[in-house]
């Protein structure tokens, strides 16, 4: 069955950067891409970006843009969020998901918060 | 951006009554919108993509309709384990979710 699993919980600081990981099974990896969205506390969903499993090109959201990376690995078939220059309003959680057109399998989430 | 917008905010419903979730997008989506069920502490859960077509494993109360701007979500008879935020998403165009509609128990 397919499964995405990410890593632990994260808390940083502000500035600091922070890098999330969601390992996948249960289909071939670079045969569908990787979104991911957060969920701030209380809040709704926000697309932050999306990468190709097979060739790597992503897209990110404009308010994102020169803070976040998405890159994969296909060697163990996990892809990974790098967000940079953390502020107190990317306190969420972070879910990575399979596009599918549309997302039809997302991973358990991650929540980073961030704190002095 | 495209915007989504979900009505109502809240739902207040028993057991067994109908549920009529809407979601009203601010340009064209065509027929690219997606409903998903969220509960506390968890992940969302697909239930119908394409505006109509219900996910793999999803029941049969669950059903979509609409297109252009215009959709809606139709539990037929709730079901204790519906009581969740629902979520509309287009991905016509960069993707955006609506703010969602809350079903909780009257």
């Known amino acids: 069955q397919v499964q995405l699993v990410q890593s632990g919980a994260e808390v940083k600081k502000p500035g600091a950067s922070v890098k999330v990981s969601c390992k996948a099974s249960g289909y071939t990896f670079t045969s569908y891409g990787i979104s991911w969205v957060r969920q701030a506390p209380g809040q709704g969903l926000e697309w932050m970006g999306w990468?190709?499993?097979?060739?790597?090109?992503?897209n990110y959201a404009q308010k994102l843009q020169g803070r976040v990376t998405m890159t994969t690995d296909t060697s163990t078939s996990t892809a990974y969020m790098e967000l940079r220059s953390l502020r107190s309003d990317d306190t969420a959680v972070y879910y990575c998901a399979r596009e599918g057109s549309p997302v039809d399998y997302w991973g358990q989430g991650t929540l980073v918060t961030v704190s002095s | 951006e495209i915007v989504l917008t979900q009505s109502p905010a809240t739902l207040s419903l028993s057991p067994g009554e109908r549920a009529t979730l809407s979601c009203r997008a601010s340009?064209?989506?065509?027929?690219?919108l997606a409903w998903y069920q969220q509960k506390p502490g968890q992940a969302p859960r697909l239930l119908i993509y394409d505006a109509s077509n219900r996910a793999t494993g999803i029941p049969a109360r669950f059903s979509g309709s609409g297109s252009g701007t215009d959709f809606t979500l139709t539990i037929s008879s709730l079901e204790p384990e519906d009581f969740a935020v629902y979520y509309c998403q287009q991905r016509s165009n960069w993707p955006t979710f609506g703010p969602g509609t809350k079903v909780d128990i009257k």
């Open positions: 990468i190709s499993a097979y060739n790597g090109n992503t």
């Open positions: 340009q064209s989506v065509s027929s690219y």
